[in-house]
Nanobody, 121 residues
């Protein structure tokens, strides 16, 4: 089994900051990629930022310059530092991890349960 535990969501005023964390645990052989997606009310889930095992990162244009994704491979944890938050950043943020449970298995996507970020005055 694999578990993803997210933390760090909450209510913040416009212009404020939050830091999300997602720790993966359980039967893990290797992690290919880790990232964050979000889904606002009435909208489809969208990519926020991802990072691969070689350190390559990718961010949505809407968050570039404001959000930073980082990863601690020793803890199988991915972080999302969110600065200069805007009301349109309000959404449920989901952690995504692409990993292999055994050396002989293919990589599979795992999703966290989501953490709510609300940006409002």
């Amino acid at each position: 089994q694999v578990q993803l535990v997210e933390s760090g969501g909450g209510l913040v005023q416009p212009g404020g900051s939050l830091r999300l964390s997602c720790a993966a645990s359980g039967s893990i052989f290797s992690i290919n990629a880790m990232g964050w997606y979000r889904q606002a009310p009435g909208k489809e889930r969208e990519l926020v930022a991802t990072t691969t095992s070689d350190g390559t990162t990718n961010c949505a244009d809407s968050v570039k310059g404001r959000f930073t994704i980082s990863r601690d491979n020793t803890k199988n944890t991915v972080y999302l530092q969110m600065n200069s938050l805007k009301p349109e950043d309000t959404a449920v943020y989901y952690c995504n991890v692409v990993l292999r449970r055994r050396s002989y298995t293919v990589a599979v996507d795992y999703w966290g349960k989501g953490t709510l970020v609300t940006v409002s005055s």
